[in-house]
Structure formats: structure tokens, C-alpha cells
């Protein structure tokens, strides 16, 4: 499982896991996502928007496990 936390608003970025999660805490925004997690999900959290005309990309890879997007100070439901 890949956490990451980015504190900078239209910040570009790539993670790729072979087989766990990836999870992005960033700020609320529109970003260019896209994804390959194979048979696993995308959650993206209200005030995360994809828009694929934005200049701040992601390129998610988790080889079957989920990719998920928080926002920055909202709150979390614990994973088990």
C-alpha cells in the first residue's frame, strides 16, 4: 500500500504498487487521473474531480488493488 499526502494545491504525480492500494490525500481540486487498477476500485472524495483538461495529472497503476483520493483535513472511515 502506497499513502501518499500532498499539501500543494494542482500537484502532478505518479504511484504504481504491484498488487496493493494506492491512497492520495490532497487538496480539494479537479485533476487528469488516469488509472489502471486492474480488478480493483476507484474512490474518488467530494471536492476530488477528474477533468482530464487539467494541468495537474496522475498516473495511478495498483495491479488489482483500489485507488482512493481524500481531501486534505476531511474525515477519514478507517480501512480494515
Known amino acids: ?3 501518499v499526502v500532498v ?3 494542482g500537484a502532478s504525480l505518479a504511484a504504481r504498487t504491484d498488487g ?3 491512497v492520495l490525500t490532497v487538496p480539494a481540486g479537479t485533476y487528469a487521473l488516469t488509472a489502471d487498477t486492474g480488478s480493483g476500485g476507484i474512490e474518488l472524495a467530494e471536492g476530488v474531480a477528474n477533468d482530464p483538461a487539467s494541468a495537474a495529472r ?3 497503476g495498483t495491479g ?3 485507488f482512493a483520493a481524500r481531501v486534505v483535513g476531511a474525515p477519514t472511515t478507517p480501512q480494515s
Open 20 to 22: 496493493g492500494d494506492v
Open 58 to 60: 496522475w498516473t495511478i
Open 1 to 3: 500500500r502506497i499513502d
Open 64 to 66: 488489482g488493488g483500489d
Open 7 to 9: 499539501a500543494t494545491p
